[in-house]
């Protein structure tokens, strides 16, 4: 069974700096699409960043317009693990922060592309 657990969140400052992980088990995922979404309350489910296999050992990484010279993904398929660092925090940047993972190699930004996801952890940055 396909478990991901999140973990890193917290409160911030806004400026301040989060790292977030998400250990994933249960199978192999080297090869398949990984990636972060984020929710705040009263809103829909957004993409903040994924992680997509191109050949080998090697992915390439999107991140949202919004979170584009403030986050990088990063992902050890050794490990099992997805990162997301969180620079110049923002108090926009509040919401569950939830990891997914889907079967295929390559997905877009569309959360229905994902097959798994975490339980989410809660980040919130203070003005």
């Known amino acids: 069974q396909v478990q991901l657990v999140e973990s890193g969140g917290g409160l911030v400052q806004a400026g301040g700096s989060l790292r977030l992980s998400c250990a994933a088990s249960?199978?192999?995922?080297?090869?398949?699409?990984m990636g972060w979404f984020r929710q705040a309350p009263g809103k829909e489910r957004e993409f903040v960043a994924t992680?997509?296999?191109?050949?080998?050992?090697?992915?390439?990484?999107a991140l949202a317009d919004s979170v584009k010279g403030r986050f990088t993904v990063s992902r050890d398929d050794v490990k099992n693990t997805l990162s997301l660092q969180m620079n110049s925090l923002k108090p926009e940047d509040t919401a569950v922060y939830y990891c997914?993972?889907?079967?295929?190699?390559?997905?877009?930004?569309?959360?229905?592309?994902?097959?798994?996801w975490g339980q989410g952890t809660q980040v919130t940055v203070s003005s």
């Open positions: 249960g199978r192999t995922f080297s090869g398949k699409a």
């Open positions: 997914a993972i889907s079967m295929n190699p390559r997905v877009d930004t569309d959360p229905r592309g994902y097959d798994y």
């Open positions: 992680t997509s296999w191109i050949g080998g050992h090697r992915y390439s990484a």
